[in-house]
């Protein structure tokens, strides 16, 4: 079917700004043409989106804290680190195969409890902290004697 109707008369049709007669005409026309109708629906859908009020832009802030949110509830859970190890899991922790680890078991925080060797995992940090801070203090003596040695003919 030849189509009588321009898109601006059905623009017009649309928004119910078109004159009566002509109006009529379209109508008729829409009642047998398919494309015409899908056209009209298109502009009257256009037009129902430009009479909307502009969609809200969440701020950064927003936009970061609900990532944020979706990946806590995603992630799978952290594996529990028990509170107390055993000899094992701190050469394990502590990279050392059992001869290093025998090395140092002496030295290490360790208790003993129905014939078994453990080891609190806070008491490990803190043993670590201590053993950093022992290195750090040799180190930097080593460093501040080497210019003495230097300056020393
Ligand atoms: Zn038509």
Redesign the pocket.
């Known amino acids: ?1 030849a ?3 321009t898109y601006d008369e059905l623009a017009a049709y649309a928004s119910g700004e078109c004159e009566a007669g002509r109006g009529a005409e379209i109508a008729r ?2 009642a047998v ?1 398919e ?2 109708r899908g056209r009209m629906h298109a502009i009257a859908a256009a037009d129902r989106a430009l009479a909307a009020p502009p969609r809200w832009e969440p701020s950064a802030g927003a936009v970061l804290a609900a990532s944020r949110a979706i990946a806590r509830a995603t992630a799978p859970p952290a594996p529990i680190e028990p509170g107390i190890m055993t000899l094992e899991e701190v050469g394990r922790h502590l990279r050392l195969n059992p001869e290093q680890l025998d090395e140092i078991v002496e030295t290490l925080p360790a208790f003993e409890i129905a014939g078994q060797v453990r080891v609190r995992r806070q008491k490990l940090y803190e043993w670590i902290d201590q053993r950093e801070r022992m290195f750090r203090g040799a180190s930097m003596g080593a460093r501040e004697r080497d210019p003495a040695a230097l300056d020393t003919p």
């Open positions: 079917m189509c009588s109707v026309h829409l043409c494309a015409c």
